[in-house]
């Protein structure tokens, strides 16, 4: 075991060289296939006698194996259940020991176990945890703390549901009286050690983490032992508010120390408190108002301050916002005092946001676009002083115009010296002039009726934009950032004339100016009119797309290294805008702008470090592809072969979903041609199990798979591949995640395949979805059972039928098709709700009406059944689906990236009807496929419909045979 464990460690030490970490981590990858490989991580994250960054890589790596390995999709372990009893075991009393940078990544580990497991499988925790609280040792207390809250922070964005309160309440049991104990005690703690630095930063770390906690166990409801002992604990919030300590303040003017992070905490617990208990709370609050309106008009400039501030700042938004409080305000003379005194410090612009802007302009860019920079001063005190507009708004909107002529009338006096006042007033003026939430599609939709959006761009920001020199870059990108937020506002006229301002901005040589020109015409070409027309006309692109595009390429790669290649998403977005805009406009451009994608791609490979970029790459590639393939099939399939290969030899796990979704993609747009040399070769990799083993690939490798077999039907065949494409199947319907691409890849194979080549293998297929069916039926899985029925019943095309599926079905047991039609496939069959669906089962149930000898002869009830479930398809609405199998769309700006599987939404796979000649009316094909129907069979199913239908029943389906 030892010399495992030394060479685990070498593995371990190896990963974090950069010359050796790939190979490191192939051969890390074949260790943890071993038993036990997690507790040998474990064993070299506690041993002291391994370097720092060796233990920390362990726990890097052990938190890595826990969120693949601990469960699969169904929620039962993967380990050995004595590796997971250790596991749990041993891992408190280790994260409690350990440096706090180890502790962060074991704790992430120990929340993913509570994801899972906590709490009725793992119901020992919380009195586990309350036995090592110690209320003189902080440092004990820390681990125990942190692991808490890595477990509690989980229901902060949860919604209400049985489980969870079942959940909370069995840890307010056990941990709430403790928790306020340990507060009490920490109080006399700090008090005590006052003049000890060390103890004094150990209580003050274990202050923090209380908070946090308060936060969590409030998160949803008020803790009875809170609301108990409401009084006290409001009382030491108010005294840590106001807390100082010369041996807590920190050296570096840009870094918070641990006094900012805990006032600031406070501050979101009060924000919490005034939100959701202000009923309870209410009496409390005053005092706290007062001391956030002390520190807010009293606290320097410095960046370590920020976080402070902006909490500050939400909290007095949060009171403004209840009319008891808004009150002290109201008075026009107040509203003067809090927006000299609170509003315009900490919206006025600072040496440190100059310095970020000349220094860092993406991290500039990032914090302040929309939703990016929650913790920076200006944003929050824009939201205090909007709230206030809300409630006053002549009054709020008369005294910010007031400063706003103020600034501009300073400006108009020095220009060159005094732009940071016209940069105030334009911040003033935006954050009043806009109302409601701003989104990321539209920007602001609503605005102020007392103030002129277009007036103030005519008058004091037009110039900024049409001047060659003189003005201020950062007033350049205010004007940018104005039309961005207001966009939606600005009327298509308007757009005509800015728009050419804005493409102008591209070719700025300073980085904040180009990357905001490129950020508001990628919005603005997103943009649409009420009927969903584009504002700006694609025909006013197409021209400017080659220039435009080729100088957006040479601005990403300007810098080759792969860092700053995908630094800057914000440039590759307004590609893949321009890309989707110009559609088929990009045929002429293909040359060049495949280029551009393989080199990007290319670079970008070698270290992927931006998961946006990379996803905005992937788009503009799928939009490249599915504008330019049509016209050069041959030419995108052999020159994006390579690249693409290269991301799957050199296993570039983030890139891997998105290059099958676009090989698939570049198949798809050329179906009638058969599969070249090179994809073929494709197939045993893509066959291979370990592809599968990533949740991620599998909706993407599902889809390859989908477009590779129509195209390669015969090489597979000949090739023997048919049986592993049928083990992926019966691997993927083994679990409610994959069931549905399961089906997905069966109904490819039915559909490419002939029946000869697959009769050998219907009896398994059958066997293998009714004994799932059967142990383990979700509704999901009833649904695409029955849809898969009416696929093979209606395609009598390719030899197949109602009759043939309950011949295969008889095989598997006698008699079995009854139940399973009477129980299964026609209730469910009213359950689909695609048209396409609904579709294949009307011609699934006419052919069976107008064909079947089963349903002719041996269920002639059956035939009555059948009848009527066509009717209802034809006459009734679709059943609603239970919630939970509907998927919300996201956009991507909500994503989560990174973590399994990202859908590229200009490559969705097109909804193909297998059945045009039907027509649009179905009932009028129904009627006309059944009449001659009953001609061919000499006149049976008039005969049927006579014999075994009701009144209601025959008078509809007559109407349809004879309309």
Same mark, same amino acid.
């Given at each position: 075991?030892?010399?495992?464990?030394?060479?685990?460690?070498?593995?371990?030490?190896?990963?974090?060289?950069?010359?050796? /970490?790939?190979?490191?981590?192939?051969?890390?990858?074949?260790?943890?296939?071993?038993?036990?490989?997690?507790?040998?991580?474990?064993?070299?994250?506690?041993?002291?006698?391994?370097?720092?960054?060796?233990?920390?890589?362990?726990?890097?790596?052990?938190?890595?194996?826990?969120?693949?390995?601990?469960?699969?999709?169904?929620?039962?372990?993967?380990?050995?259940?004595?590796?997971?009893?250790?596991?749990?075991?041993?891992?408190?009393?280790?994260?409690?020991?350990?440096?706090?940078?180890?502790?962060?990544?074991?704790?992430? =580990?120990?929340?993913?176990?509570?994801?899972?497991?906590?709490?009725?499988?793992?119901?020992?925790?919380?009195?586990?945890?309350?036995?090592?609280?110690?209320?003189?040792?902080?440092?004990?207390? /820390?681990?125990?703390?942190?692991?808490?809250?890595?477990?509690?922070?989980?229901?902060?964005?949860?919604?209400?549901?049985?489980?969870?309160?079942?959940?909370?309440? @069995?840890?307010?049991?056990?941990?709430?009286?403790?928790?306020?104990?340990?507060?009490? $005690?920490?109080? $006399?703690?700090?008090?005590?050690?006052?003049? !000890?630095?060390?103890?004094?930063?150990?209580?003050?770390?274990?202050?923090?983490?209380?908070?946090? *906690?308060?936060?969590?166990?409030?998160? @949803?409801?008020?803790?009875?032992?809170?609301?108990?002992?409401?009084?006290?604990?409001?009382?030491?919030?108010?005294?840590?508010?106001?807390?100082?300590?010369?041996?807590?303040?920190?050296?570096?003017?840009?870094?918070?120390?641990?006094?900012?992070?805990?006032?600031?905490?406070?501050?979101?617990?009060?924000?919490?408190?005034?939100?959701?208990?202000?009923?309870?709370?209410?009496?409390?609050?005053?005092?706290?108002?007062?001391?956030?309106?002390?520190?807010?008009?009293?606290?320097?400039?410095?960046?370590?301050?920020?976080?402070?501030?902006?909490?500050?700042?939400?909290?007095?938004?949060?009171?403004?916002? %209840?009319?008891?409080?808004?009150?002290?305000?109201?008075?026009?003379?107040?509203?003067?005092?809090?927006?000299?005194?609170?509003?315009?410090?900490?919206?006025?612009?600072?040496?440190?946001?100059?310095?970020?802007?000349?220094?860092?302009?993406?991290?500039?860019?990032?914090?302040?676009?929309?939703?990016?920079?929650?913790?920076?001063?200006?944003?929050?005190?824009?939201?205090?002083?909007?709230?206030?507009?809300?409630?006053?708004?002549?009054?709020?909107?008369?005294?910010?115009?007031?400063?706003?002529?103020?600034?501009? =009338?300073?400006?108009?006096?020095?220009?060159?010296?005094?732009?940071?006042?016209?940069?105030?007033?334009?911040? +003033?003026?935006?954050?009043?002039?806009?109302?409601?939430?701003?989104?990321?599609?539209?920007?602001?939709?609503?605005?102020?009726?007392?103030?002129?959006?277009?007036?103030?761009?005519?008058?004091?920001?037009?110039?900024?934009?049409?001047?060659?020199?003189?003005?201020?870059?950062?007033?350049?990108?205010?004007?940018?950032?104005?039309?961005?937020?207001?966009?939606?506002?600005?009327?298509?006229?308007?757009?005509?004339?800015?728009?050419?301002?804005?493409?102008?901005?591209?070719?700025?040589?300073?980085?904040?100016?180009?990357?905001?020109?490129?950020?508001?015409?990628?919005?603005?070409?997103?943009?649409?009119?009420?009927?969903?027309?584009?504002?700006?006309?694609?025909?006013?692109?197409?021209?400017?797309?080659?220039?435009?595009?080729?100088?957006?390429?040479?601005?990403?790669?300007?810098?080759?290294?792969?860092?700053?290649?995908?630094?800057?998403?914000?440039?590759?977005?307004?590609?893949?805008?321009?890309?989707?805009?110009?559609?088929?406009?990009?045929?002429?451009?293909?040359?060049?702008?495949?280029?551009?994608?393989?080199?990007?791609?290319?670079?970008?490979?070698?270290?992927?470090?931006?998961?946006?970029?990379?996803?905005?790459?992937?788009?503009?590639?799928?939009?490249?592809?599915?504008?330019?393939?049509?016209?050069?099939?041959?030419? *995108?399939?052999?020159?994006?072969?390579?690249?693409?290969?290269?991301?799957?030899?050199?296993?570039?796990?983030?890139?891997?979903?998105?290059?099958?979704?676009?090989?698939?993609?570049?198949?798809?747009?050329?179906?009638?041609?058969?599969?070249?040399?090179?994809?073929?070769?494709?197939?045993?990799?893509?066959?291979?199990?370990? %592809?599968?083993?990533?949740?991620?690939?599998?909706?993407?490798?599902?889809?390859?798979?989908?477009?590779?077999?129509?195209?390669?039907?015969?090489?597979?065949?000949?090739?023997?591949?048919?049986?592993?494409?049928?083990?992926?199947?019966?691997?993927?319907?083994?679990?409610?995640?994959?069931?549905?691409?399961?089906?997905?890849?069966?109904?490819?194979?039915?559909?490419?395949?002939?029946?000869?080549?697959?009769?050998?293998?219907?009896?398994?297929?059958?066997?293998?979805?009714?004994?799932?069916?059967?142990?383990?039926?979700?509704?999901?899985?009833?649904?695409?059972?029955?849809?898969?029925?009416?696929?093979?019943?209606?395609?009598?095309?390719?030899?197949?039928?109602?009759?043939?599926?309950?011949?295969?079905?008889?095989?598997?047991?006698?008699?079995?098709?009854?139940?399973?039609?009477?129980?299964?496939?026609?209730?469910?069959?009213?359950?689909?709700?695609?048209?396409?669906?609904?579709?294949?089962?009307?011609?699934?149930?006419?052919?069976?009406?107008?064909?079947?000898?089963?349903?002719? !002869?041996?269920?002639?009830? $059956?035939? $009555?059944?059948?009848?009527?479930?066509?009717?209802?398809?034809?006459?009734?609405?679709?059943?609603?689906?239970?919630?939970?199998?509907?998927?919300?769309?996201?956009?991507?700006?909500?994503?989560?990236?990174?973590?399994?599987?990202?859908?590229?939404?200009?490559?969705?796979?097109?909804?193909?009807?297998?059945?045009?000649?039907?027509?649009?009316?179905?009932?009028?094909?129904?009627?006309?496929?059944?009449?001659?129907?009953?001609?061919?069979?000499?006149?049976?199913?008039?005969?049927?419909?006579?014999?075994?239908?009701?009144?209601?029943?025959?008078?509809?389906? +007559?109407?349809? %045979?004879?309309?």
């Amino acid at each position: 075991m030892a010399d495992g464990l030394a060479a685990v460690a070498q593995l371990l030490e190896a990963s974090l060289d950069p010359r050796q /970490n790939k190979q490191a981590e192939i051969a890390l990858r074949q260790e943890e296939k071993k038993p036990g490989f997690s507790l040998s991580l474990l064993q070299i994250t506690a041993s002291a006698t391994y370097p720092y960054n060796t233990r920390l890589a362990a726990a890097l790596c052990f938190k890595n194996f826990i969120k693949r390995n601990w469960t699969d999709e169904d929620g039962n372990y993967k380990l050995q259940l004595d590796e997971v009893a250790t596991i749990k075991r041993e891992l408190i009393a280790l994260m409690i020991s350990v440096p706090p940078g180890i502790q962060t990544q074991l704790g992430e =580990a120990v929340s993913v176990i509570a994801d899972s497991d906590f709490w009725e499988r793992w119901d020992t925790l919380v009195d586990d945890l309350v036995s090592r609280l110690d209320p003189a040792n902080p440092p004990v207390n /820390n681990g125990v703390l942190q692991v808490a809250h890595s477990i509690f922070k989980r229901w902060r964005p949860l919604f209400r549901s049985d489980e969870l309160y079942t959940e909370i309440n @069995h840890v307010l049991q056990r941990f709430g009286n403790p928790y306020l104990a340990l507060f009490e $005690g920490l109080d $006399g703690y700090i008090e005590q050690n006052k003049s !000890n630095k060390e103890n004094l930063t150990q209580g003050f770390t274990q202050l923090n983490l209380m908070i946090k *906690l308060l936060y969590d166990l409030s998160s @949803h409801d008020l803790p009875p032992m809170f609301e108990d002992h409401l009084s006290a604990i409001a009382s030491l919030l108010l005294k840590y508010l106001t807390y100082d300590n010369a041996l807590l303040h920190t050296d570096d003017e840009a870094d918070s120390g641990l006094l900012e992070y805990v006032k600031a905490g406070i501050f979101e617990a009060l924000t919490l408190y005034v939100q959701k208990y202000l009923d309870v709370f209410g009496p409390h609050v005053q005092q706290f108002v007062g001391s956030s309106w002390n520190l807010l008009t009293t606290i320097g400039q410095e960046t370590k301050y920020d976080i402070l501030v902006s909490k500050a700042l939400q909290f007095l938004t949060s009171t403004a916002k %209840m009319p008891e409080h808004a009150a002290a305000f109201q008075d026009q003379a107040t509203l003067g005092q809090v927006i000299e005194k609170v509003i315009l410090p900490n919206v006025a612009l600072r040496e440190s946001d100059e310095e970020l802007f000349e220094d860092e302009p993406i991290e500039f860019i990032r914090r302040d676009l929309e939703g990016s920079d929650s913790e920076t001063r200006r944003r929050a005190a824009t939201d205090f002083l909007r709230t206030l507009a809300e409630k006053f708004e002549e009054s709020v909107t008369k005294v910010v115009l007031k400063y706003t002529e103020h600034y501009l =009338a300073d400006y108009a006096k020095d220009p060159a010296s005094n732009w940071k006042s016209k940069d105030t007033s334009t911040y +003033l003026y935006s954050a009043i002039a806009a109302k409601g939430v701003a989104t990321a599609s539209h920007g602001v939709t609503i605005t102020n009726g007392l103030v002129s959006i277009t007036d103030y761009f005519q008058n004091h920001l037009a110039a900024d934009l049409v001047a060659e020199t003189g003005a201020h870059p950062i007033l350049k990108v205010d004007a940018i950032k104005y039309l961005y937020s207001f966009r939606s506002i600005i009327t298509k006229e308007q757009w005509q004339e800015v728009l050419p301002l804005l493409v102008k901005h591209l070719a700025s040589n300073n980085y904040v100016v180009y990357t905001y020109a490129a950020i508001a015409v990628e919005r603005a070409l997103y943009l649409s009119d009420a009927q969903g027309q584009p504002i700006i006309a694609p025909s006013s692109i197409t021209p400017l797309a080659k220039d435009l595009l080729e100088h957006i390429f040479q601005l990403i790669q300007k810098d080759q290294a792969p860092q700053k290649v995908q630094e800057n998403e914000f440039l590759m977005k307004c590609i893949m805008r321009v890309l989707i805009v110009i559609k088929d406009g990009v045929v002429q451009l293909t040359d060049t702008v495949l280029q551009h994608l393989i080199n990007i791609t290319q670079i970008i490979s070698a270290n992927p470090s931006n998961p946006r970029f990379y996803y905005y790459h992937f788009e503009a590639l799928g939009a490249f592809i599915r504008f330019a393939a049509p016209a050069n099939p041959d030419k *995108l399939e052999q020159a994006l072969y390579t690249p693409f290969v290269a991301v799957l030899s050199n296993d570039v796990q983030e890139f891997m979903p998105y290059v099958f979704q676009l090989f698939a993609a570049l198949l798809e747009a050329n179906r009638s041609a058969s599969l070249p040399d090179y994809y073929q070769n494709l197939i045993a990799p893509v066959l291979m199990p370990v %592809m599968w083993e990533s949740r991620g690939n599998v909706p993407a490798l599902v889809r390859l798979l989908s477009a590779i077999i129509p195209r390669g039907s015969q090489f597979i065949i000949q090739n023997n591949q048919i049986e592993p494409i049928l083990g992926i199947f019966q691997k993927l319907v083994s679990t409610k995640a994959n069931e549905s691409y399961g089906f997905d890849l069966l109904e490819t194979v039915v559909a490419s395949f002939p029946p000869t080549t697959l009769e050998p293998y219907f009896i398994s297929i059958m066997q293998i979805i009714l004994t799932r069916l059967q142990n383990s039926k979700t509704e999901n899985l009833s649904i695409r059972f029955v849809r898969f029925y009416h696929f093979i019943s209606a395609h009598d095309d390719k030899g197949y039928s109602a009759d043939f599926f309950i011949q295969v079905t008889d095989k598997v047991q006698t008699e079995l098709f009854t139940p399973i039609y009477l129980n299964v496939i026609l209730p469910e069959t009213q359950k689909l709700a695609r048209p396409l669906d609904r579709k294949t089962a009307v011609l699934s149930l006419t052919k069976t009406l107008a064909n079947s000898e089963a349903f002719a !002869n041996r269920y002639k009830k $059956g035939w $009555g059944f059948t009848c009527e479930a066509l009717l209802k398809l034809l006459e009734l609405p679709p059943l609603p689906i239970s919630k939970d199998d509907i998927i919300a769309e996201n956009d991507v700006d909500d994503m989560a990236f990174g973590v399994g599987f990202t859908q590229l939404n200009t490559v969705r796979p097109p909804v193909r009807d297998p059945w045009p000649e039907t027509g649009a009316d179905l009932k009028a094909w129904v009627g006309k496929y059944l009449k001659e129907a009953d001609q061919k069979h000499g006149g049976r199913v008039a005969g049927f419909v006579e014999e075994r239908l009701n009144a209601q029943a025959k008078t509809v389906l +007559l109407s349809y %045979m004879t309309a």
